[in-house]
């Protein structure tokens, strides 16, 4: 089996996979926050923004927990 520092070829798949993501999603939140100061959106505005434009990231985190809490693989 192959290894790289003690670590098997599907550990670091999934470590990149889960760090990789997540730093993915929060560059992508910093992003839609910029979007909204950048055009005064205001409160409501930026709500909106951030409601729209981060559905399909809260669905994936949504998928990925309940996923977790039922231990499905």
């Known amino acids: 089996m192959n290894t790289v520092m ?21 560059y992508m939140v910093f992003i839609v926050a910029q979007l909204a100061r950048e055009s005064k959106a205001g409160r409501f505005g930026t709500f909106v923004l951030f409601l729209v434009l981060t559905l399909g990231m809260i669905g994936f985190v949504a998928k990925l927990l309940i996923q977790w809490l039922l231990d499905i693989e």
């Open 6 to 26: 003690g670590f098997s070829e599907q550990e670091i798949a999934s470590f990149g996979l889960t760090i990789g993501l997540a730093a993915f999603m929060l």
